[in-house]
C-alpha cells in the first residue's frame, strides 16, 4: 500500500481537474508574451465587412471575401465598390458565410477561384467548397466540388482553411460541428472529431476537381472517409505550409484555454475531446488527458485562449531576422503572435499588437505580411519594418 505522501501528488491532480485546471502535460501553456519591435503597421483599405481571407491574383490585384457572403476585389490599393457576381448560395448565420479563398496554384492556365463557406439552414447546415471561373466581375462556370455529407445544428466550427500542396491537392479544415449540447447522432457532436465515418473535426485532402487522392491514409479502412488527412481536430482556422521543408503547420481553436499549433502529418489523430488541455465553458476540464502515446503533442498550448486565426509562414527577406517564422493571427486579444521555429520546434514568441481582432495574416507576393481585421468596418493592413 502507498503511503500517504506518495498518494499526495495524485490527490492534487484529482482536486486541480474538479475545480478546472489543466489536464496534466508537458506542454507548458504560453500566456503573455513580450512585443515584437521593429514594424508598424500601415492601413491599405477600409471598409470591409468581416473580412475573412485574402487571396493575390498574378496580375497584383487581390480577392477578399466577406464572411456576409461577398467576394471584393481590391486593384491598384483601391477596393472597387461592386462585389463579385457568380457566387453560391451562401448561409450567413453565427461563426459561418463565405470565408477562405484560394486561387488555383496554375491561375494563368486554369483561372479557378476556390471558395468555402456555411450552406443551408440554422438548422441543417455544412461547410461547401466550390469554384468558379473569374472573369473580372464574376465567377462563371460555377461548381460544387465537395460539402461535408452530413449536417449540422447551430452556427459553430466550420473549420474551412484552405491550403495547396505542391502536387496540386489541396487541404480543407472541417471543425467538429460544435460545443455541447449540440448534438449528433445522440452523442455530444464533438465525440464525430474521433469518427471516422464522418467529415467533422477532420482536414481533408482533394485533389483540384474535389475528388479524392488515391493515396489518402484512410481510402483502404472499411466504414472510413477516404477524404480524411487527418483527425481529431476541433475547429482548425489557420493552415499554412513552409515550402522548403514541406512541414504544414496548423492552428486550432480550443474551448476555454488549450489553443492548439500542431504540426500535421497524414493519417495522423490529433486527439480532441480525448486528450486536451481546454477546460469547458462552464469550468471542468473536458478530458484527464493532456498528453497520450499515439497523439502528437501541440507544439504550443496557448491558455488562456488567443482564439487563433489565419496562419502564415514567413519565407521573405522584408524583416529582419524574421525569415522562417510563424504569424498567427488572435482574434481574442487583437495581436499577431510572431513563432520563432527551430526546425520542428517552438523556441519562442512575441507578439504584434494590432488593436483589432486579427482574422487573416498572409504573406503577399511581395514579401510583405497582410493582414485582415473582423470588423464591421474592417480593414487591410500591411506590416511595414520601421525604416520603411
Not at 491561375?107 to 471558395?115: G, T
Amino acid at each position: 500500500m502507498k503511503s500517504p505522501s506518495a498518494l499526495l501528488p495524485c490527490l492534487l491532480v484529482c482536486v486541480a481537474l474538479a475545480h478546472g485546471a489543466s489536464p496534466p502535460g508537458p506542454v507548458k501553456p504560453t500566456g503573455d508574451v513580450p512585443e515584437a519591435r521593429g514594424w508598424r503597421a500601415e492601413t491599405l483599405v477600409k471598409g470591409l465587412e468581416h473580412p475573412w481571407s485574402i487571396a493575390w491574383l498574378p496580375d497584383g490585384s487581390a480577392l477578399v471575401t466577406e464572411r456576409p457572403g461577398r467576394l471584393r476585389l481590391i486593384r491598384d490599393g483601391k477596393l472597387d465598390p461592386t462585389p463579385i457576381g457568380g457566387l453560391p448560395e451562401i448561409l450567413s448565420h453565427g461563426q459561418g458565410g463565405l470565408m477562405d479563398i484560394a486561387p488555383h496554384p496554375d491561375f494563368e492556365r486554369h483561372p479557378w477561384v476556390y471558395l468555402t463557406y456555411a450552406t443551408g439552414t440554422s438548422e441543417a447546415n455544412r461547410t461547401a467548397l466550390a469554384r468558379g471561373r473569374f472573369t473580372g466581375d464574376r465567377l462563371a462556370d460555377l461548381e460544387i466540388l465537395f460539402q461535408n455529407p452530413d449536417t449540422k445544428s447551430d452556427g459553430q466550427h466550420f473549420g474551412s482553411r484552405l491550403l495547396w500542396l505542391p502536387d496540386k491537392t489541396l487541404l480543407m479544415s472541417l471543425g467538429d460541428g460544435g460545443n455541447t449540447p449540440v448534438s449528433f447522432r445522440g452523442e455530444p457532436i464533438r465525440r464525430q472529431a474521433q469518427r471516422l465515418g464522418t467529415l467533422f473535426g477532420k482536414i481533408v485532402r482533394l485533389d483540384e476537381h474535389g475528388g479524392v487522392p488515391a493515396d489518402n491514409p484512410f481510402t483502404r479502412e472499411v466504414g472510413a472517409r477516404p477524404e480524411i488527412h487527418s483527425l481529431g481536430h476541433r475547429n482548425i482556422q489557420g493552415l499554412t505550409r513552409d515550402p522548403e521543408s514541406g512541414r504544414v503547420w496548423a492552428t486550432e481553436h480550443g474551448a476555454r484555454g488549450g489553443d492548439e499549433l500542431n504540426l500535421i502529418i497524414p493519417g495522423q489523430n490529433y486527439g480532441w475531446p480525448e486528450v486536451t488541455y481546454s477546460k469547458e465553458y462552464w469550468g471542468p476540464a473536458i478530458s484527464d488527458h493532456g498528453q497520450r502515446a499515439d497523439v502528437p503533442a501541440p507544439k504550443v498550448n496557448w491558455t488562456p485562449s488567443k482564439a487563433p486565426s489565419g496562419l502564415a509562414y514567413y519565407s521573405g527577406d522584408r524583416y529582419p531576422g524574421w525569415k522562417g517564422q510563424l504569424f498567427s493571427g488572435a482574434l481574442k486579444f487583437g495581436q499577431i503572435r510572431k513563432i520563432q521555429l527551430d526546425g520542428e520546434t517552438v523556441i519562442g514568441e512575441e507578439k504584434l499588437t494590432i488593436g483589432q481582432r486579427v482574422r487573416d495574416v498572409r504573406q503577399g507576393p511581395d514579401g510583405y505580411l497582410y493582414v485582415l481585421t473582423d470588423q464591421r468596418d474592417g480593414a487591410l493592413l500591411r506590416i511595414l519594418p520601421l525604416d520603411r
